[in-house]
């Protein structure tokens, strides 16, 4: 367990789950907290004035020195990502996240940083193992023999095994999550980057606010996955951060569902019903994936339970709020041009 006066590093702060761990180290009275992001802070999703917060490009060695000067726990949560649409059409980029990484390790030695967490994620696993459409359970040995998601999956692996060796090599004490799928409030809904579930949410949004009740889906809609809401994510990260647990594991819901049954979810909340196209030729990433906790409830006696349904109704009426706030502020945008005119 950490000290409350001791600094703790965020690194990816800007984003949705890196925002969502400073509010909730804050709300445990976690006094020194560091938020680092490469984002303008306009463009945070939550920030804090008594938290330290820092713009800093991380592929960079000096700003990763920068960041880790004086920490005690490191969580790096900075990376190139998004979903599929994004990770399938920008491998490149994120692959280059290993640069963040890298440069984090080296920084959290240098600096002499008690213990170091990093988000890997599901995308690690073998893809043979995720051909069918019954969302196979992936236990932690389905890395192995390694056929991660191009790029993406592929830097993750990678930093996965640098972690383990800094550990090994040079004493650091390293803690690796594999998230599968986290959703929730404060997170991308808009934009290519965004993930199922708040793109569902958002497409049924529209087809309410619009009167239009059509929905396109990715894929054939029978491909089927787990989602973690973030609350789970958040205590996860904690759990595992405190815990003996050496090798990455799993940190994902069990909850296993079709992309057609999260469409219906989003429908139930929104009390509407809507004609669905599917788009065969839109990414889709693989058939089947689904979380083995049998390693978590082991080791933690917990596994992530919040279900689904509960969740998405959260993040609906989030997405929703940010929706219409978003599309008041473009009418009052074009009311005063068309006065300044
Ligand atoms: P996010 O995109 O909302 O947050 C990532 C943040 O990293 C962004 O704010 C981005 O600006 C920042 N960043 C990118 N490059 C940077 C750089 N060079 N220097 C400093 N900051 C930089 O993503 P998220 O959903 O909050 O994901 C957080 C971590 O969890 C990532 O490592 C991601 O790969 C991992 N993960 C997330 C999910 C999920 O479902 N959200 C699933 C698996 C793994």
């Known amino acids: 367990m950490n000290d409350k006066s ?14 969502s761990l400073v ?5 445990q009275g976690q006094t020194k907290v560091r938020a680092v992001d490469i984002k303008p802070l306009r463009e945070w999703y939550q920030h804090f ?36 649409g994004f990770i399938e059409s920008n491998k490149a980029l994120c692959m280059l996240s290993v640069l963040i990484n890298t440069h984090m390790l080296q920084a959290a030695v240098q600096h002499k940083a008690k213990r170091f967490f990093y988000a890997s994620s599901a995308c690690v696993y073998n893809g043979d193992k995720q051909k069918t459409y ?28 640098m972690c ?17 799928n986290v959703y929730g409030p404060w997170g991308t809904w808009d934009g290519g980057r965004e993930k199922a579930p708040a793109a569902i949410c958002r497409k049924v949004i529209e087809a309410k606010v619009s009167g239009k009740h059509e929905i396109q889906i990715w894929g054939p809609g029978t491909q ?44 139930e909340i929104a009390g509407i019903k809507l004609n669905r196209h599917y788009d065969l030729s839109a990414p889709k990433g693989v058939n089947g994936r689904n ?32 929706y219409i706030a978003r599309n008041s502020d473009k009418a009052s945008t074009r009311q005063e041009s068309a006065v300044a005119r």
């Open 134 to 161: 019954e969302a196979p359970s992936l236990k932690e040995e389905d890395a192995y023999p390694a056929l991660a998601e191009d790029g993406y999956g592929w830097e993750k692996l990678f930093s996965e095994r």
């Open 49 to 84: 004035p008594d938290v330290e917060n820092l713009i800093l490009d991380l592929n960079l060695k000096p700003n990763c020195e920068r960041a880790a000067e004086g920490a005690a726990d490191i969580y790096n949560l900075a990376a190139n990502m998004g979903g599929m």
């Open 291 to 322: 979380s083995d906790n049998t390693l978590i409830k082991k080791y933690l006696g917990w596994e992530p339970c919040t279900p689904l349904r509960t969740g998405l109704e959260k993040t609906y009426r989030w997405i929703h709020g940010q």
């Open 224 to 267: 089927t996955r787990s989602f973690m809401y973030i609350d789970d994510c958040l205590k996860g990260i904690e759990l595992i951060m405190n815990s003996e647990i050496l090798e990455p594991i799993n940190l994902g819901s069990s909850e296993a569902v079709s992309i057609n049954q999260l469409v219906d979810m989003a429908e």
């Open 23 to 27: 509010a909730r180290l804050r709300a």
């Open 6 to 19: 001791e600094l703790v590093v965020v690194a990816g702060a800007g984003g949705f789950i890196g925002g």
């Open 164 to 180: 383990r060796h800094f550990h090994e090599d040079f004493g650091l004490y390293t803690r690796v999550a594999r998230f599968h």
